[in-house]
């Protein structure tokens, strides 16, 4: 019995008081200690550690690295600190590689909210902008892939923050607060004699977002790298290995080589977003033994930890993974947590929680299907 399968009877089962639970934890740890399968080895090599990731840390769609496979051996990661974490998502490795990659479509379905601080400045309110992409990526060669894509319209982010709106007439339009007046960057204006370009100032435009849900569209899926859920530039799907310790050594060189946006410092940060980006973002049809080998690199992070069981925004119970970015990253400093459904090994989704700011992405729909997506006559080839 894996862990996954230990995991839903406790899901299923009434909750104990707290001296049962922990004497149950603690045999549900030793079970799936047991249970753990065994990392593979290479012939003559020493052995590989996989190292974790999954975040949202946004992805640079201009970078032009290509992936490559570094040469030689990397340097060993520290035992993660956290051996429950670990024994999770290696059983989602598990689960994840016994899935069948058959069927016409691989179908990805995501919904995102952001949190923005509307209102004014005397009594102040967080709004969530949300949305919901639902991808179709053809998997037979010269087929047509389709996106369907709605505004599902802003909401209020807590109990609180609904008062609040209601105190301010329940407005069906909400203004992001921001500072129009300050400069964010320039833009070239008129030519000079000499031949260079004035610059013109660019001030910052604060956000409207409307309560109510937008009319959904269906368009064919364009192509270009970085567009509508497509790989960013450098990151070939196709060429990733499903040997965990090749494909951490392929990540890093992604990475490092400018495929995430900004300046992320250190393997765990890098690793932790860019094999979030093939475990929980649609970057197209990832392959199951691909998936389950990001999974075994973020089983090693040294500082990924388990939350235990959650509910998400659709009340959905999974599995938490954490772990905290600092600002010496180069990343937002708070909690990112990666869902996982225990049933399956596949995600459920992501969320980010910093101070005053908070962000989710729930994959709602996930894997291959021979079932066509609905599309309007007038979008029809």
């Not at 340097?75 to 016994?98: F, G, K, Q, W």
């Not at 998936?291 to 009340?315: C, F």
Request: glycine content about 12%.
């Amino acid at each position: 019995m894996d862990e996954m399968t230990l995991i839903e009877r406790v899901f299923s089962e009434p909750k104990a008081d707290p001296s049962v639970a922990a004497a149950g934890r603690a045999r549900l740890l030793d079970l799936a200690k047991a249970a753990e399968p065994a990392p593979r080895r290479r012939p003559g090599r020493p052995r590989g550690r996989w190292l974790l990731g999954a975040g949202l840390l946004p992805v640079a769609a201009a970078a032009t690295a290509a992936i490559v496979v570094a040469g030689g051996t990397s340097t060993p990661a520290p035992r993660p600190a956290d051996p429950s974490a670990r024994r999770i998502l290696l059983a989602a490795a598990t689960r994840s590689a016994a899935v069948p990659a058959t069927g016409r479509y691989f179908r990805f379905t995501k919904e995102e909210a952001q949190a923005h601080t509307v209102g004014s400045k005397e009594r102040p309110y967080r709004m969530l902008s949300r949305s919901v992409d639902d991808l179709w990526y053809s998997t037979e060669p010269g087929a047509t892939g389709w996106v369907s894509s709605q505004d599902l319209g802003a909401q209020p982010a807590t109990p609180a923050d609904a008062a609040a709106w209601r105190a301010a007439g329940s407005p069906k339009r909400v203004r992001e607060q921001c500072d129009e007046g300050k400069i964010i960057g320039s833009r070239s204006g008129k030519r000079r004699s000499d031949g260079t370009f004035e610059e013109v100032p660019v001030r910052q435009r604060c956000s409207w977002f409307d309560v109510r849900p937008g009319p959904k569209t269906t368009t064919r899926m364009p192509g270009g790298e970085g567009m509508m859920g497509r790989p960013p530039a450098g990151l070939d799907i196709a060429k990733l290995s499903d040997d965990p310790a090749t494909l951490r050594r392929q990540l890093l060189t992604w990475t490092r080589s400018g495929g995430l946006a900004g300046p992320v410092e250190g393997d765990s940060a890098q690793l932790w977003a860019a094999a979030g980006i093939l475990i929980a973002s649609p970057v197209g049809p990832v392959r199951p033994n691909v998936r389950a080998a990001a999974y075994r690199v973020l089983a090693d992070l040294p500082d990924v930890r388990s939350l235990g069981p959650v509910t998400d925004q659709k009340g959905r119970q999974g599995q938490a993974l954490a772990r905290t970015g600092t600002g010496g990253e180069g990343v937002g400093p708070g909690t990112y947590r990666l869902i996982i459904d225990p049933k399956t090994g596949s995600p459920l989704g992501t969320d980010y929680r910093g101070a005053g700011s908070g962000e989710y992405s729930l994959v709602l729909n996930y894997g291959y299907t021979d079932e066509a997506p609905k599309i309007p006559n007038s979008n029809r080839p």
